[in-house]
């Protein structure tokens, strides 16, 4: 039975790497490019700017589409174009300046070298979830310290809060510190998971995609706190109550370390989730709906 179970598990593993190698085969043709020391700095501009990029859109529409103040957490507000250009032109200015020669100076140290085989699949997907994992850990710490002792809040991590009400490029707005210590915290990860490149790469998407949600300021039926269970992912209403409040909610995505920590504060629910529109977003009043749900849960 057990020599079953094994032979099962070898054909779903095999299947899962040939479902990734097309895809691993198609980048390898770009392999000049993606060993070169300029990949980790292109892919991570246009990844971060392609998915900030909706949003903006959206908040260029938001004084001319009522209907998107049901899903602003601030209906009132709107990033002006000299906060979007402000924040664009900082992130852009430490990854040319600042990150580019880090990275250089990383290539030149160790080359990236692409193995033929694609991960398989299950593979894939479990070390992306631990790399979350790691990082949510390593980042509530960093977080906490940056909070409590206030010479580190000062010197470098007021700078991400001075945006109070959040919009997505303002998700890289913050000190240079700041911004080197969580992409150190990203490369020990990969590296300690002895991760394959196309892992690391989807790793990198995935944790751009949930930062620049939590910024975003707008929460969605379908964002991705409401497609997680169990209310174990935090989301952008979580992640906005942090910056509004300071004390509470310093995880970056998940919830289980400030539960066992008691820094949790629940998110009030957004009006759109109920018929009658009456939970002011942020507010902490619930309409008699949600009251009288509250009652019977």
Not at 114 to 126: D, G, K, N, S, Y
Not at 238 to 264: E, M, R, V
């Amino acid at each position: 039975m057990s020599g079953r179970n094994s032979s099962e598990l070898q054909v779903l593993c095999s299947s899962g790497q040939l479902l990734l190698q097309p895809l691993w085969d198609r980048l390898r043709t770009w392999e000049a490019l993606v060993q070169s020391p300029f990949f980790p700095v292109i892919f991570a501009i246009i990844t971060y700017l392609g998915i900030c990029l909706p949003f903006v859109v959206l908040d260029f529409l938001y004084p001319w589409v009522p209907a998107l103040r049901r899903y602003k957490i601030h209906p009132d507000f709107s990033p002006s174009a000299r906060e979007l250009l402000t924040c664009l032109g900082q992130t852009l200015y430490q990854h040319l300046v600042f990150v580019f020669p880090v990275t250089l100076l990383h290539w030149l140290c160790s080359p990236a070298l692409l193995p033929p085989e694609a991960p398989e699949m299950l593979q894939l997907l479990r070390d992306v979830l631990l790399c979350l994992l790691l990082f949510d850990a390593e980042f509530f710490v960093w977080h906490v310290l940056h909070h409590k002792v206030p010479w580190l809040y000062r010197t470098f991590h007021k700078v991400h809060h001075q945006n109070s009400s959040l919009f997505a490029l303002a998700t890289q707005h913050m000190s240079l510190w700041e911004l080197f210590s969580l992409g150190f915290f990203d490369m020990v990860n990969v590296t300690l998971l002895r991760c394959h490149p196309l892992t690391v790469l989807t790793f990198h998407v995935v944790n751009i995609w949930l930062s620049v949600e939590d910024h975003s300021g707008y929460d969605f039926p379908w964002s991705t706190h409401r497609l997680v269970p169990f209310g174990w992912y935090g989301g952008v209403a979580h992640h906005d109550l942090h910056h509004s409040q300071f004390n509470c909610n310093f995880a970056p995505y998940f919830t289980h370390w400030d539960k066992i920590l008691g820094t949790l504060r629940p998110a009030p629910p957004p009006a759109w989730c109920c018929s009658c529109g009456g939970c002011p977003s942020n507010s902490g009043v619930l309409c008699d709906s949600h009251l009288n749900q509250k009652k019977h849960s």
